[in-house]
């Protein structure tokens, strides 16, 4: 455990502050604390859990993405055409066809930064304009109200009614964000191809002259995401019963805040599955609290963006002071 | 001075390297040159910066192809040149001067990087990885915590991860480049047993130093590069260091003392009783006008952190710094520069230049009172400023809107001196001003710092070099563990009793 | 001719090829496929235009030049202009007098430099990366606007607003008046000024220019400060151009003022940009949409080429250095 403490000194805080807010939460509401409550906020975060996990490959292999938000929505577009050309499909057709296109959009912005050693902020920002002005101008911004219905349908994987008369639901989308998430934690935690990408994030010239083939680290990260950002896009698609060519406009940079908070690092080789995950519940669980609280929904945004930039300032001040056993300069001779 | 055992012999070598050429961008890099290395023998490679030692390294290890016609002879087999792939699978291994290690990963995963992260994708075995890396520091006689990230660990502690690193693959010939470049001088020692060790057990070292007293005591032969071009090959036995400086630049130096009596004049600084708990102690000392003090001290003796604190970038605990005079109390840097002390840094590369600016800006960064007109900088007056100080230091420069990093190590340090003389000051402090200048630049520099000491400025010289303080200073102070424990003048004591109190 | 293009080249830096091709380009393609484009219409369209993304870019370009990044240009412009708005409306809305605007514009640029100190100093103080301090900030301001505004517009301003986003003086917009007067002041700040001097410094070496006795704290907050009085300075600009302000106004933005600056020639990690060839890259911007406006295309399709003419300027760029280096290679 003190090990852990060490290792995982962000993750560990997060747990501490996210404790210490559902405590408070559950004594200021009386609907806070409960399991109900709380797969509620699991299907809600779902999707942002699967861009997350998606983007923090690509932020430890060094680089930053910001077309996944808009390129999501382009996978939503063309897999329902897709669909619809093979006669309605199915969820396993649908998450093929899904990834294959975010796979092959993650590639393009893999593409320009390995082949044309165009810096990944500079690329993504190029293909976010790219995708979305493409998107908005083919579908001139109507939506899709028509989808398969098993696309559209809800399915609930398990149901129980509480004591207290409230549903425990796992649905679809939790089953899919945590296959999700158990894939990126094999990637990067099991395979040598993982430890690679954080090798390369941490220290790319080393891991050149130790023969890493940067290439291949560029799209394997770029490509990742490109995965989840298709999969994460079917997922809303099928959340939100419809498609919007701008429902996803702007959540790259909640997503991104979201991780970072979770303690990956822009520059690179650092970040963990765990403190990505807890990044994005963290927000969640505060929206939530504040929403039962009956704050405001005007306002949540506003404090949400104060809660970051506190953690932000605190996390790069006094970590070391407020949990000592967190301190990186014991070992030092 | 220790002697190996190995010398080498007449055995057939384990290496040997012909007609290796290479050309980058135009300038010949290598020429024609051959090399070789035995088994078991720890040879040194000699030259100054630039001579082409890095690129002959990453010749031999695969990361450059050499021109057509060379070839490479390894252990029974001949290559025209080598891939990074097969040097490593053939136990070539380097240990970087930058060491290529990855901080944020596990101490582990560093050592077995090679063997367990292997090419292709598979299951990380993280029993296997951490065998592998605890038996390879046990090789070394050390143990660390191998979970723990590298970050963690101090930089002669990496030095010992990489080692380890290299050994992990049946290492027949290990590459070191400037291993000891950041270590203290037990440090040192330590990391020069482990070689003598690797040396016994059969594994062939080049070592790649500027500090040629290690050298000497370390290897058996040395190869000797200059502007690209073999020198020659010589036994250590019987060199000095004055001869192989002669090699490497093909001067020859006649260093005299060039301390002269200050006593007389004004004390400039004064200070007593200057402490910094852990770092250094009860420092008292006075510099005179014109007078050049000399501080000698190994790595981690409290002499940077000293002159942090004269600068005002570092706040004394207890102690009184006075200027001509007047007790001085600097809040940051920027106080001191207004007094009057100016700090040459000892890493050029990152605090003392802003490498890809361009030399003018660099030059009156810390001066841009002076070329202000009105409210505004005036570029005719900068462009006047840098070209008086470019032609008054003998810096070679192009444009003046070159990047700095276009410059020798040598010009760069003129350029870093100017830059502080620009702000008329009374003390220079000189933080191993010689630290990345070739040995042939270096008499250039301490040439301009004997001038300037001529017109009255009062300068504190520190470096772990004890020779360049003796010729240079007027006066040697010896730190150790942040204390002063001795003082000399050159003119009486000789430099060899000074270097003996500093190594012992 | 050598020093004419020399002093040309001291003028606009190296920056300049991107931008100054691209713009030769546009003229010469859409001037060919539509007679109309180079009429006084296309020009009037882009100077109206060109100032509100034209007053965020230099927002951008400081903070960028220091290494940094302000992602919260939008909603600080949003929110100074809500404060002007509500000056003007507790002076009596549609009667409020010079005074009241006055004193709305002062407030306007006070709040959106307040914005800036804040950011400043935490990114000056605790070394957090600028992205995330800048992007909390903005996920802060837009909520806070949401919040007081609950998401509507707010309107009803005296007449003589208008002229300030609609008017000309002489012929020429008074916005662009304004934008030119900005730009101008951006440009003698970083080519004149120690501010400006010392923002290159930093966003080269933050560490070596503190050693060079550089406050590099007040620079940070000062940096940010200023680019959150422009924000303002656009929010002015915007709140008279729609005649009303709504939390969200100029959102798509953002991540357009960033791109303009990469393609006026400004170093990613910072250190290097100036002002000139980012104007230039910002006309490039507004023609390109206006010219394919002519041609029938809308703003989305404008804002795809935009991405598309960054990344053309990328490759180039590469393509040109490896030319470059082998040119270098076989010429000797």
Redesign the interface.
């Known amino acids: 455990m003190h090990s852990f403490a060490r290792t995982h000194a962000t993750e560990v805080a997060l747990l501490a502050v996210i404790t210490v807010i559902c405590t408070v939460l559950s004594f200021a509401t009386s609907n806070f604390f409960s399991l109900g409550n709380a797969f509620d906020l699991l299907n809600t975060s779902s999707v942002n859990i699967i861009f997350a996990v998606g983007l923090l490959v690509v932020l430890i292999a060094g680089g930053i993405d910001i077309s996944f938000a808009v390129a999501a929505s382009v996978v939503q577009y063309g897999t329902a055409i897709a669909l619809g050309w093979i006669g309605g499909g199915g969820w396993i057709s649908g998450l093929v066809i899904a990834g294959s296109i975010g796979i092959c959009l993650g590639a393009i912005n893999a593409l320009l930064i390995h082949r044309f050693r165009v810096i990944s902020i500079v690329a993504t920002i190029s293909t976010f304009n790219i995708y979305f002005g493409l998107l908005m101008f083919f579908t001139k911004g109507v939506s899709i109200y028509d989808l398969p219905e098993w696309l559209t349908d809800r399915v609930v994987l398990f149901e129980h009614e509480m004591a207290d008369g409230s549903w425990i639901e796992i649905t679809l989308p939790v089953l899919v964000m945590v296959l999700c998430v158990i894939a990126t934690w094999v990637l990067i935690t099991r395979t040598t191809t993982g430890r690679q990408l954080y090798a390369f994030g941490d220290n790319p010239e080393g891991a050149r002259r130790f023969g890493i083939n940067i290439g291949a680290m560029q799209f394997i990260a770029f490509g990742w995401l490109g995965l989840m950002a298709g999969i994460g896009g079917l997922v809303q698609a099928h959340y939100a019963q419809e498609v919007v060519p701008n429902a996803l406009y702007g959540r790259e940079l909640d997503v991104l805040a979201a991780v970072v908070l979770g303690g990956a690092r822009l520059g690179g080789g650092k970040g963990s599955v765990l403190g990505c995950v807890l990044g994005v519940l963290l927000v969640a669980i505060t929206q939530n609290g504040l929403n039962l609280m009956g704050v405001s929904p005007f306002a949540f945004k506003m404090i949400v963006g104060a809660i970051i930039l506190v953690a932000i300032t605190l996390s790069n001040t006094s970590i070391e002071r407020l949990f000592p056993f967190a301190s990186q300069k014991g070992a030092r001779r | 001075m220790h002697q190996l055992a190995n010398t080498g012999g007449s055995e057939k070598p384990l290496l040997s390297l012909h007609d290796i050429n290479m ?1 980058f ?2 300038v010949k890099a290598l020429k024609n040159v051959s090399f070789d290395v035995r088994p078991g023998e720890v040879h040194c490679l000699a030259g100054e910066n630039g001579c082409g030692k890095s690129t002959l390294i990453k010749i031999i290890t695969g ?1 450059y192809r050499p021109a057509d016609g060379a070839s490479i002879e390894y252990d029974g087999e001949t290559y025209s040149h080598m891939s ?2 097969t040097a ?1 699978d053939r136990g070539i291994q ?1 240990i ?1 001067q ?8 596990s101490v582990a ?1 560093n050592i077995a ?2 063997t ?9 075995d993280y029993g296997r990885m951490r065998k592998i890396a605890t038996d390879a520091l046990k090789r070394l006689g050390i143990t660390l ?1 191998v ?3 590298l ?4 930089i ?2 990496r030095q010992i991860v990489a080692i380890a690193r290299a050994l992990v693959g049946q290492a027949k010939l290990v590459f070191m480049d400037e291993p000891t470049a950041s270590l203290t001088q037990s440090e040192t020692d330590h990391l020069l047993d482990i070689v003598r060790g690797l040396s016994a057990a059969g594994v062939a070292v080049v070592f790649v130093s500027h500090r040629l007293a290690e050298v000497l005591e370390i290897s058996s032969r040395i190869t000797v590069l200059r502007d690209g071009a073999l020198v020659g090959v010589y036994p250590a036995a019987g060199m000095t260091q004055s001869r192989i400086t002669e090699l490497m630049t093909g001067k020859t130096f006649d260093q005299q003392v060039r301390a002269r009596p200050r006593g007389d004049q004004p004390v400039v600084l004064d200070v007593k009783g200057l402490s910094r708990p852990g770092q250094f102690d009860d420092i008292s000392l006075t510099v005179r006008r014109g007078e050049t003090l000399g501080i000698t001290g190994l790595l981690g003796a409290g002499r940077t952190e000293l002159a942090q604190t004269l600068f005002g ?1 570092l706040k004394p605990a207890a102690g009184t710094i006075t200027l001509e005079g007047r007790p001085v109390h600097f809040s ?3 106080d ?2 207004k007094a009057g002390v100016a ?1 040459l ?1 000892e890493d050029r590369l ?8 361009s030399i003018a ?1 660099n030059l009156v ?2 001066s ?1 009172g002076k070329i ?1 007109s009105g ?3 005036s570029d005719e007056r900068k462009r006047r400023l840098v070209a008086g100080w470019i032609a008054d230091l003998g810096v070679k420069i192009g444009r003046q809107g070159d990047p700095i990093s276009t410059l020798s190590g040598g010009n760069q340090q003129r350029v870093a001196i100017a ?1 502080w003389l620009a ?1 008329d000051p009374k003390l220079l402090i000189l933080d191993s001003p010689t630290v990345g200048v070739d040995v042939g630049a270096r008499a250039g520099i301490f040439d301009i710092v004997s001038k300037l000491a001529e017109t009255g400025l009062a300068i504190i010289l520190i470096s772990d070099e004890v020779p360049e303080v003796y010729f240079n200073a007027d006066r040697v102070l010896h730190m150790a563990q942040g204390r002063i424990v001795g003082e000399y003048d050159p003119r009486v004591v000789p430099l060899a009793e000074i270097e003996g109190a500093v190594y012992a | 001719m050598t020093s004419f293009s020399d002093r040309l080249k001291a003028w606009f830096g190296p920056e300049m090829a991107g931008p100054g091709l691209a713009l030769i380009a546009v003229i010469l393609v859409f001037g060919l496929a539509s007679p109309q484009f180079l009429s006084a219409a296309t020009f009037g369209s882009v100077a109206f235009q060109l100032p509100e993304l034209g007053l965020l870019t230099l927002a951008m370009l400081l903070p960028i030049l220091t290494g940094g990044l302000n992602l919260a240009v939008t909603f600080t412009a949003n929110i100074a202009g809500l404060t002007l708005a509500w000056v003007l409306q507790a002076n009596g809305g549609a009667d409020a007098g010079a005074g009241a605007f006055a004193l709305g514009c002062i407030l306007a640029v006070a709040v959106g430099a307040a914005s800036g100190v804040v950011m400043g100093l935490v990114i000056a103080f605790t070394r957090a990366h600028p992205i995330l301090v800048s992007l909390s900030m903005m996920i802060f301001l837009r909520g806070l606007g949401e919040f007081l505004t609950r998401g509507g517009d707010v309107s009803g301003f005296p007449a003589f607003i208008g002229p300030l986003g609609h008017g000309s003086i002489a012929g020429i917009p008074v916005p662009l008046i304004v934008f030119i007067v900005c730009v101008l002041a951006w440009h003698v700040l970083l080519t004149r000024t120690k501010l400006g001097f010392n923002t290159y410094m930093i966003g080269s070496n933050l560490e070596a220019t503190r050693y060079s006795g550089i406050n590099t704290r007040k620079v940070i907050v000062l940096v940010y400060t200023l680019s959150g009085a422009m924000c303002a300075i656009a929010g002015i600009i915007m709140l008279a151009r729609f005649n009303s302000v709504r939390i969200g106004h100029g959102e798509s933005y953002l991540l357009i003022t960033v791109l303009a600056c990469f393609l006026g020639g400004v170093n990613p990690f910072g250190g290097f940009g100036r002002v000139i060839p980012v104007f230039v890259a910002l006309i490039v911007l507004q023609l390109l949409s206006s010219g394919l406006n002519l041609i029938g295309a809308n703003q989305h399709l404008a804002t795809a080429v935009w991405g598309l003419l960054l990344v053309g300027v990328m490759v180039l760029r590469f393509a040109a250095s490896k030319f470059k280096i082998s040119f270098v290679r076989k010429g000797t």
Request: glycine share 6%.
């Open positions: 050309t961008g135009g990361v990074p792939v490593q380097v970087w930058d060491l290529a290690l990855f901080p944020e990963m995963e990087f090679q367990v992260l292997g090419r292709w994708p598979k299951l990380v915590d979970d723990l990230p970050k963690d660990y101090a002669a502690q970038m940051s840097n920027r001191a520069i700090y840094s990152s605090l003392g230049l802003i490498q890809p600016q800006d960064i810390s841009l202000m409210a505004f900088l830059k702000t």
